[in-house]
T-cell receptor, first 113, second 117 residues
Framework: ELKVEQNPLFLSMQEGKNYTIYCNYSTTSDRLYWYRQDPGKSLESLFVLLSNGAVKQEGRLMASLDTKARLSTLHITAAVHDLSATYFCAVDKSGGATNKLIFGTGTLLAVQP | EPEVTQTPSHQVTQMGQEVILRCVPISNHLYFYWYRQILGQKVEFLVSFYNNEISEKSEIFDDQFSVERPDGSNFTLKIRSTKLEDSAMYFC???????????????FGPGTRLTVT
């Protein structure tokens, strides 16, 4: 059974600081996704990582994928309050045409001024 | 920009009642999904649908649940007899593929908050 774990579950950080969220998954998977969720809102796609060594950056966020270690990281650079949200990683459990997403537990990020 | 839409945004129902949650996937998308998120928890896969049939379902998706694509645009999730534990946010998602090019990214709707009392 594919399991996806994130840590930390909760992250309180000051504006301007850097930090990394980790996402581990238990079995081989083809693709990894990062989503952002604001309270009471839907899931906003941030990154799609398709291969080993993939690195993508958007603004203050950078995501990477190491398929051999079954690890993805989401690095936050010089955090600002607007980044406060819950961040989920999800692994694409491919099987035929399904490609269902298995989500991690989520990391609640609170950026303090 | 095309987006997935869902109605209603909030549904309150009594235990034992039937509810139907509606979704309009992005036009030309071929794969459709329902996920749910109990308050404060992670998002869980319920069911996937392709070519007018269920392609995979989770253990959560028991015989109280059903999905349907009644016309060319809507995709519905029905819960026949709701339980208290069905209270959650339900998200619809869709994905596009064309020929030999696979686009894996799933686009999520805004969700329907279901409250069972």
């Amino acid at each position: 059974e594919l399991k996806v774990e994130q840590n930390p579950l909760f992250l309180s950080m000051q504006e301007g600081k850097n930090y990394t969220i980790y996402c581990n998954y238990s079995t081989t998977s083809d693709r990894l996704y990062w989503y952002r969720q604001d309270p009471g809102k839907s899931l906003e796609s941030l990154f799609v990582l398709l291969s080993n060594g993939a690195v993508k950056q958007e603004g203050r966020l950078m995501a990477s994928l190491d398929t051999k270690a079954r690890l993805s990281t989401l690095h936050i650079t010089a955090a600002v309050h607007d980044l406060s949200a819950t961040y989920f990683c999800a692994v694409d459990k491919s099987g035929g045409a399904t490609n269902k997403l298995i989500f991690g537990t989520g990391t609640l990020l609170a950026v303090q001024p | 920009e095309p987006e997935v839409t869902q109605t209603p945004s909030h549904q309150v129902t009594q235990m034992g009642q039937e509810v139907i949650l509606r979704c309009v996937p992005i036009s030309n998308h071929l794969y459709f999904y329902w996920y749910r998120q109990i308050l404060g928890q992670k998002v869980e896969f319920l069911v996937s649908f392709y070519n007018n049939e269920i392609s995979e379902k989770s253990e959560i998706f028991d015989d109280q649940f059903s999905v349907e694509r009644p016309d060319g645009s809507n995709f519905t999730l029905k819960i026949r007899s709701t339980k208290l534990e069905d209270s959650a946010m339900y998200f619809c998602a869709s994905r596009w593929t064309s020929g030999s090019s696979m686009h894996y990214e799933q686009y999520f709707g805004p969700g329907t908050r279901l409250t069972v009392t």
